[in-house]
C-alpha cells in the first residue's frame, strides 16, 4: 500500500449501493475507510441527493446511512469553483453529473468512483482528468495490485 492513503471521491449511485448492500464492493470501500486504508470524499450536494433519494425510496435505511458516513470518516469537499464548474460543464452536457464531475474535480481525488456507464465510466471525455473514474471493483483492483 502506498505510504499516502489514496482519496476516492463518491458519487451518489456509490453510497446508495453501500447503503443497500452490506456485500458489495461499494460497502467495502467504506469499510476500507473505516480502517484508514483509504480515504472516502464526497460533496455536499451528493450527500444532499442520497438523502433525497433514500427519503423516497427507503426512508428506513437513512439511519444506517448515518452510521456508515461516520464509521468510514467522509470527508466533505469544498463547493467547486466557477472554473471548475465550466470546466466540468464542456465535459459532461447532462447538468446533474456535469454538478458530481465539478464537485469531484474540486475535491482533487485519486478516483471518482460511480456506477454511472453513460456519463462517468468508460467516458473518453474525462480521460485528461487528473484521476481515474471507475466502479468501486475497479479501485478495489487497483488497491489490490498496489499492494502486491
Known amino acids: ?19 443497500m448492500s452490506p456485500t458489495g464492493g461499494a460497502r467495502l470501500l467504506f469499510h476500507l475507510s473505516h480502517a484508514e486504508s483509504i480515504r472516502l470524499v464526497v460533496g455536499k450536494g451528493i450527500l444532499q441527493e442520497t438523502e433525497e433519494v433514500l427519503l ?4 428506513h435505511l437513512l439511519g444506517l446511512l448515518a452510521q456508515l458516513l461516520d464509521e468510514a470518516n467522509i ?3 469544498k463547493a467547486p469553483t466557477s472554473k471548475q464548474l465550466g470546466q466540468a460543464k464542456s465535459l459532461i452536457e447532462y447538468t446533474p453529473d456535469a454538478n458530481v464531475l465539478a464537485q469531484a474535480i474540486s475535491a482533487k481525488p485519486d478516483w471518482l468512483v460511480s456506477h454511472d456507464k453513460e456519463h462517468f465510466v468508460g ?3 474525462l480521460n485528461d482528468l487528473p484521476f481515474n473514474i471507475g ?5 478495489i483492483a487497483w488497491l489490490r495490485s ?3
Open 135 to 139: 466502479t468501486p471493483g475497479d479501485v
Open 123 to 125: 467516458n473518453e471525455a
Open 56 to 59: 423516497r425510496k427507503a426512508p
Open 146 to 148: 498496489q499492494t502486491e
Open 1 to 19: 500500500m502506498p505510504l499516502k492513503s489514496p482519496k476516492i471521491f463518491l458519487d451518489t449511485s456509490v453510497i446508495i449501493a453501500a447503503v
Open 75 to 77: 470527508e466533505v469537499g
